[in-house]
């Protein structure tokens, strides 16, 4: 039997992935615990291990610790709706944020979607930005330390992107992101403008050390734009990479193109997220109630178990009892959607409260 | 005896140039009487065929002539300092918005020569800018009816050229432009901002007949963003063509990176003007007094000669008297330039005195 190859670029990512590989090849290490020992409160993601490698992690946390100016960068590709899985480098945004009292800086690359989806206008990829950016206020950044902006907003990144792209040749860009003779210009100049992200807290407020955490797919971009840190007297960003947070039915990575049965989207309603989880959460539990109470359910594989873990039970004690009595045979299938459900819900109804505040003062996120 | 290939492109041009077959080979149309007729009062440099080709010149002026909008562009690639070559686009963008009333814009591509000046630095390229701009605006344009701007100034452009990027492709541009591996991101992603600086117009005020003066090695731009207007609902822009101002030495196009005994600055003083026309200007003069009193000068490849008759020489008459008598060996080569030196520093003094005025109304020219 042949094994399909394992592809993880920025465009394609294979169903089934080996991260133990992904570390040797990428040339990154591991977050061990010694690392994770000066992250106390880290949230479920960081805790739990979704969050698996890094690159120079500990020197930021070293800086940060010595109360050195540090701050943290997340990008946003916006799609027409923000799903549960886009909050995940948010969420460790927030918490760098406020364990450190560092900036935030949130690039939403309008420009990107455009160049990279076909049938896509440059006004939806505006819209997409406008709605995606409500979701993230609604996380509670504070807003006198986040800067947020769209590339077709804040065109000040084109001259960022320039001082990048002269540093940066049409090999290395084809090498590392595989662009063709069918690429359209806006793709290729594309790197440039991503690099600008990540070191745009350094163009704007000086060389300091940055944390960005990242979808383990996006670390090819770090590959290149490390690489020109020095001509510019910058830091090398140091970046967190997670793993992919599956859909509902398990695929390894959940798309915002997915069909709308495969996400919890953040303006689903109470209804939408009971139906999608009862039916379509990939579950571990065992096919008949018999077998289930006799021989248990399998956590590891079971989706609501999984959002459980990285997103909605913070409490590791309670998470400890549900995957016990699961295993056990003792939580069904059914009730352990139901915890989950509940906890999203309950998230999502503050959050969409939350949103629509986000409304009234978003102004003062946006970098001008 | 192999003769050498003819090279007309954006980055290189051969010494000897045949213009009748660029017009063949790039498709483009000679402007001819029927079309000159109806450019009454116009500059040396168009009515006495420095210019020689067109794409649409008819239509443009028929637009203009029937009081329907039109607009005229012409861009500068900044340089350390201007020659008089360099004011030849605008000396014909002048008189069109003298004749027609109508917008002239002028972008500034600091960008462009950063991206393909090695050892140019943004600080450096920015710094041109401002000097370039001095030197246009003392030009006479009406500060109502004229747009400057640069690429990193004005870093609108940026989604301007986003949305010709996603409609070029990477082989299209190596095609035209011969780009390769070491070529940067910048300079592939750059075809897209040339293009964004002769749509500006329609995309500020809505699809018009725009006009664009080039020299002819620029010409491949226009094939590409030509390719793209239907797909903006634009009016692909009339261009036409100029000939290479030959340097003092002869050679076929004058370059600001030329040793600066090859052109007449803007900048330079009275007495460097007569040192570098004395001295260098090529004389198709005969070599000894006797012979030339005898069989005349040669006033085609007289290099004062062609100055005078393409920028400083402006009444026909006159013109004709000094070629006749160069022809007939009444004038001699130091005469000629005399004459020359004379018109010359005439309009530097002139020029430098309205290149300080310019600085206190720069910003009536800046687009925002």
Redesign the interface.
Same mark, same amino acid.
């Given at each position: 039997m042949m094994k399909k190859e394992q592809i993880v670029s920025p465009w394609e990512v294979s169903d089934e992935i080996d991260y133990s590989k992904i570390v040797k090849e990428f040339g990154v290490e591991l977050i061990n615990q010694e690392v994770m020992s000066k992250l106390k409160d880290a949230p479920a993601v960081l805790r739990r291990g979704l969050y698996f490698s890094h690159r120079d992690l500990p020197l930021f946390i070293a800086d940060a610790e010595k109360g050195k100016k540090v701050s943290t960068v997340s990008g946003r590709g916006p799609s027409e709706k923000m799903h549960i899985g886009h909050l995940i480098p948010f969420i460790v945004v927030k918490y760098i944020q406020d364990k450190y009292g560092c900036n935030v800086y949130i690039p939403v690359s309008d420009?990107e979607k455009?160049?990279f989806k076909k049938e896509l206008s440059?006004e939806q990829a505006e819209k997409y930005s406008k709605d995606n950016i409500l979701d993230l206020i609604a996380l509670g950044f504070n807003p006198k330390k986040t800067f947020i902006h769209t590339?077709?907003g804040y065109?000040?990144?084109? /001259?960022y992107a320039?001082?990048?792209? /002269? /540093?940066?040749?049409?090999?290395t860009?084809?090498a590392v992101f595989g662009?063709?003779?069918?690429?359209?210009?806006?793709m290729?100049?594309y790197?440039?403008v991503q690099s600008a992200h990540i070191y745009l807290p350094q163009f704007l407020s000086g060389s300091h050390r940055t944390l960005v955490p990242i979808a383990i797919d996006q670390d090819p971009y770090m590959r290149i734009l490390r690489d020109v840190a020095d001509k510019f007297s910058f830091i090398k960003p140091s970046a967190i990479h997670s793993k992919f947070l599956p859909s509902l039915s398990g695929k390894a990575k959940m798309s915002s193109s997915d069909s709308s049965n495969e996400v919890i989207y953040l303006s689903d309603s109470q209804e939408e997220v009971k139906r999608k989880i009862y039916k379509y959460a990939f579950s571990g539990g065992k096919d008949t109630l018999e077998e289930h109470r006799k021989s248990g359910g399998n956590p590891d594989i079971d989706i609501s178990f999984q959002y459980l873990k990285y997103l909605f039970e913070s409490d590791d004690k309670k998470l400890e009892k549900i995957e016990k009595d699961y295993r056990s045979g003792k939580l069904l299938s059914g009730e352990l959607k139901e915890i989950l459900i509940e906890k999203i819900n309950q998230f999502l109804k503050e959050h969409q409260k939350n949103r629509e505040k986000a409304k009234k003062i978003l102004d003062k996120f946006i970098l001008k």
């Open positions: 420009d455009y160049f440059e590339d077709f065109t000040k990144i084109y /001259k320039s001082l990048i792209a /002269k /540093k940066v040749n049409l090999s860009a084809k662009f063709s003779g069918e690429s359209n210009l806006g290729v100049f790197p440039s």
